[in-house]
């Protein structure tokens, strides 16, 4: 199955990705996490990523494409995957198509603006595997303490009110003319928030079968 998680910075595709990564039995590609993990590893494409990062906008179409391109071509992707993130402009998804990938089927998450903005001050993620939590909708067993891997839990630099008011912006201009893109392809499935992460897993799994 080729599965992408399409929605606004915050509407849960990273922690939809992750449960249905589990349930499904194939990886999770999200281009934000191997672009934090090259930023911390000071590689090249990480230092020309960062900037853009910090201030909500969009990594350059080139770097993504490069990226994304190298990562399904790994042998853990050989019987499928779930991109979360990525494509996020219709150059991304052109250029997924030109490379012979078609998708099954295209979820997207649809939240409001608001609820966006009131989670993104909640949430917190690990700074060492990426794991994402909300200090009340999904809290660690500990405070501050990955569940996962036992990392520290921070807050993004891009959760910050402004950038993400700037990151929303974005995701209405560049993002959300892909489900246009994909409904003309009749892979399109909006699943709208159900109020609760097990919820929405349910709503998604519903559509998958
Ligand atoms: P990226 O890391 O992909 O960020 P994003 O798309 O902005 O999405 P987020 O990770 O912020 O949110 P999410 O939808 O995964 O939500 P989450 O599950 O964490 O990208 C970061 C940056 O990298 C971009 O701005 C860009 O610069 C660059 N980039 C990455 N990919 C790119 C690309 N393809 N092209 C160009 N640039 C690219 O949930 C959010 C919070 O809500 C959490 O606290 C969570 O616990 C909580 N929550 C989740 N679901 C629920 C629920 N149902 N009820 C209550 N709380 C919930």
Redesign the pocket.
Same mark, same amino acid.
Not at 132 to 138: E, F, G, L, N, R
């Given at each position: 199955m080729k599965l992408i998680?399409l929605?606004?910075? !915050?509407? !849960?595709?990273?922690?939809?990705?992750a449960i249905l990564a589990a349930e499904l039995g194939i990886p999770t590609i999200?281009?934000?996490?191997i672009?934090?993990a090259a930023i911390k590893n000071g590689t090249p494409t990480g230092m020309k990523?960062k900037t853009?990062?910090d201030e909500?906008?969009?990594?350059?179409?080139e770097?993504?494409i490069g990226i994304?391109t190298e990562r399904l071509a790994e042998s853990d992707c050989a019987k499928g995957y779930i991109l979360?993130?990525?494509?996020?402009?219709i150059a991304?998804a052109e250029a997924l198509e030109a490379a012979g990938i078609r998708f099954d089927h295209v979820v997207s998450?649809e939240?409001s603006d608001e609820t966006?903005e009131e989670?993104?001050s909640?949430?917190?993620?690990c700074e060492h595997c990426g794991a994402?939590?909300?200090?009340?909708?999904?809290p660690p067993r500990t405070e501050g303490v990955c569940d996962v891997c036992g990392g520290k839990l921070v807050t993004?630099k891009?959760?910050a009110p402004e950038t993400v008011k700037n990151?929303l912006a974005?995701?209405h201009r560049e993002t959300e003319p892909l489900k246009d893109f994909y409904k003309s392809r009749g892979v399109l499935y909006p699943v709208e928030?159900? !109020?609760?992460?097990e919820?929405?897993s349910k709503a998604i799994l519903a559509v998958l079968k």
């Open positions: 998680l929605g606004a910075p !915050g509407a !849960g595709k990273g922690t939809q990705a999200s281009t934000g996490n672009l934090r990523a853009y990062m909500g906008h969009l990594v350059p179409d770097v993504i994304i979360d993130g990525v494509p996020r402009t991304q998450l939240v966006i989670r993104m909640g949430r917190r993620v994402s939590y909300h200090i009340k909708a999904v993004r891009d959760d990151r974005v995701y928030d159900m !109020g609760s992460v919820a929405t």
